[in-house]
């Protein structure tokens, strides 16, 4: 084999991840349908294949991220007599079913699989920061995690090969609650009489109580996983109460309420059934439900 790594697929994301495997040192091949998407990573010390097959071939570990499912097998069907006794690593995004069938069908060939997401831009592959989540045997996930380490944070989510899909849709959820929480926050404090915080000054202090609120999430999360939620010394009937100075806050300053109002209106609902003395991990109930 001539390269530790080979990477398929040399779009914006495929180049980036291509570029941290040689900004790390790993010999890296290199594979695109139009072969001059390659020349700048061969500029770099990548070596160029002539056909996927070249460069399944070349290297113990192939890393795939393409357009869509479909794409990942038209590459690889043709080259699955070279997948015997290799792992594949595909970082194409798509539905949890779709890496399941592809992760089925990369066994019958021989082949390790990984399904995988990166939860970045193609700007933030190679810091050590960035989330990138794995799922499958995780013998095969330890095999390959030091070079894998390359792209970023390298995260073993289960032997399931679905779930990378199904953590990267519920941390978008919760990127987007976090950064709407965010706005509207700082639209408060940007109102305020005086001329207001910038949002630098705000999102500064803001990140500290973050490991606060990460705290009460870990604090919700054993809650949520027995089953039990005692209020202590926050229940929900306080929740309502800060809650209701939260919206005339944003009344009085001329900001829209109605985030504030959403997740006000399930504390209602809880508590309109007996809940008021429990914890906010009591609200997963209607979020169930919904």
Same mark, same amino acid.
């Given at each position: 084999?001539?390269?530790?790594?080979?990477?398929?697929?040399?779009?914006?994301?495929?180049?980036?991840?291509?570029?941290? =495997?040689?900004?790390?040192? +790993?010999?890296?091949?290199?594979?695109?349908?139009?072969?001059? @998407?390659?020349?700048?990573?061969?500029?770099?010390?990548?070596?160029?294949?002539?056909?996927?097959?070249?460069?399944?071939?070349?290297?113990?570990?192939?890393?795939?991220?393409?357009?869509?499912?479909?794409?990942?097998?038209? %590459?690889?069907?043709?080259?699955?007599?070279?997948?015997?006794?290799?792992?594949? %690593?595909?970082? *194409?995004?798509?539905?949890?079913?779709?890496?399941?069938?592809?992760?089925?069908?990369?066994? &019958?060939?021989?082949?390790?699989?990984?399904?995988?997401?990166?939860?970045?831009?193609?700007? /933030?592959?190679?810091?050590?920061? %960035?989330?990138?989540?794995?799922?499958?045997?995780?013998?095969? =996930?330890?095999?390959?995690?030091?070079?894998? /380490?390359?792209?970023?944070?390298?995260?073993?989510?289960?032997?399931?090969?679905?779930?990378?899909?199904?953590?990267? *849709?519920?941390?978008?959820?919760?990127?987007?609650?976090?950064?709407? /929480?965010?706005?509207?926050?700082?639209?408060?404090?940007?109102?305020?009489?005086?001329?207001?915080? *910038?949002?630098?000054?705000?999102?500064?202090?803001?990140?500290?109580?973050? @490991?606060?609120?990460?705290?009460?999430?870990?604090?919700?999360?054993?809650? %949520?996983?027995?089953?039990?939620?005692?209020?202590?010394?926050?229940?929900?009937?306080?929740?309502? *109460?800060?809650?209701?100075?939260?919206?005339?806050?944003?009344?009085?300053?001329?900001?829209?309420?109605?985030?504030?109002?959403?997740?006000?209106?399930?504390? &209602?609902?809880?508590?309109?059934? /007996? +809940?008021?003395?429990?914890?906010?991990?009591?609200?997963?109930?209607?979020?169930?439900?919904?």
């Amino acid at each position: 084999m001539d390269s530790e790594v080979s990477v398929l697929g040399l779009g914006a994301m495929g180049s980036a991840l291509a570029g941290a =495997f040689l900004a790390a040192g +790993h010999r890296t091949t290199v594979w695109n349908r139009t072969p001059e @998407k390659a020349e700048p990573l061969t500029a770099r010390g990548a070596t160029g294949a002539r056909t996927a097959v070249e460069a399944l071939a070349a290297s113990p570990l192939t890393v795939i991220c393409v357009s869509t499912y479909d794409a990942v097998l038209e %590459v690889l069907e043709p080259s699955a007599d070279a997948l015997g006794g290799r792992t594949v %690593v595909n970082l *194409t995004s798509g539905p949890p079913g779709d890496g399941r069938q592809t992760a089925v069908w990369a066994g &019958r060939q021989g082949a390790g699989y990984l399904d995988g997401v990166v939860m970045s831009t193609p700007g /933030g592959i190679g810091n050590p920061d %960035v989330l990138l989540l794995y799922g499958g045997p995780s013998a095969v =996930f330890a095999a390959h995690r030091p070079v894998l /380490g390359a792209l970023g944070d390298p995260v073993h989510v289960g032997e399931d090969p679905g779930l990378p899909s199904i953590h990267d *849709t519920a941390l978008l959820g919760l990127m987007w609650s976090t950064l709407t /929480g965010w706005l509207h926050s700082t639209a408060i404090v940007g109102a305020d009489v005086g001329g207001g915080v *910038t949002a630098t000054a705000f999102t500064d202090v803001a990140l500290r109580w973050m @490991k606060t609120v990460g705290a009460f999430m870990n604090d919700c999360a054993r809650q %949520v996983d027995s089953g039990r939620t005692p209020g202590g010394d926050f229940p929900l009937d306080l929740h309502l *109460t800060t809650m209701d100075i939260l919206v005339h806050a944003s009344e009085l300053r001329g900001i829209d309420p109605e985030f504030p109002e959403l997740f006000r209106g399930l504390v &209602r609902k809880a508590m309109a059934d /007996g +809940h008021g003395g429990e914890s906010y991990a009591r609200l997963i109930g209607y979020l169930r439900k919904r």
